[in-house]
């Protein structure tokens, strides 16, 4: 429990627009020793939303190539 409420303190701070990129998340992960599907879940429950993705997973229209291009 203890972890769950440090995580989702810790993602709030990181994310006071909402909004978190998915390197700070996953460093984020490694600091508190967690998986990174776990931190996904909570940014879900706290309806964060993880921007610049590196797989390039959650695109937004700023970064996003078009489809059928190589990115």
Not at 42 to 65: M, P, W, Y
Request: include cysteine; charge should be positive.
């Amino acid at each position: 429990m203890k972890t769950a409420l440090s995580l989702d303190h810790e993602l709030r701070a990181a994310a006071p627009d909402g909004r978190i990129a998915c390197a700070a998340a996953l460093d984020l992960a490694r600091r508190l020793s967690v998986s990174p599907r776990k931190v996904g879940a909570a940014c879900n429950r706290l309806g964060l939303k993880i921007v610049s993705c590196q797989l390039g997973c959650f695109e937004d229209s700023k970064t996003s190539f078009p489809k059928g291009s190589p990115s």
